[in-house]
């Protein structure tokens, strides 16, 4: 058995535009909704169905508020969002390391 | 922009059983249908549909045999395969060294 395992990849996070959007919540502390749909090159609406799989889960947090009366959608990763992605790099790095 | 990024993530190559495929063979020269079943933990029709898709875009050769009149399915990773592959495993090495 090879030791990297599909089983350990969390589907949740192993889709793309979720991994996306998690790796770059890695990074930055916090991202809002215009600048995730820019860098990761997808449409409204298919952001909003990825965000809302993330936020289902537990994994982000999804604050909305009114900045100049232009609606603000600022999206964080949850200490829970942290230990499963961080457990995901650790499955993926497996493959990674066999490559 | 973040290092990684999904636009370079191979779609065929990341969905997770068609993921756990391209490991196995990037270390085992070949393998046979049962041996990838039993391995991926999926059923016969779903490992039947992820081997036709590597297929199609020649990332795998399919070779169908009888030994002692027993039907022998053997998959091995062609040329391109292990290119495309090479180049997917430094997409998802950039996130893992972000990470």
Redesign the interface.
Known sequence: ??A?D??K?D?VI?G??R??IM??L??AEAADFTELKA???VTQGNLSVHLRKLEEVGYISIDKSFVDRKPLTRVRMTPAGRKA??AY?EA??K??G??
Do not use: N
């Open positions: 058995m090879a990297f599909i089983g990849l589907d192993h793309r535009v991994l996306g790796a770059y890695a990074d860098l990761l090159e992605f961080a790099l993926i790095a493959l990674v066999d490559g």
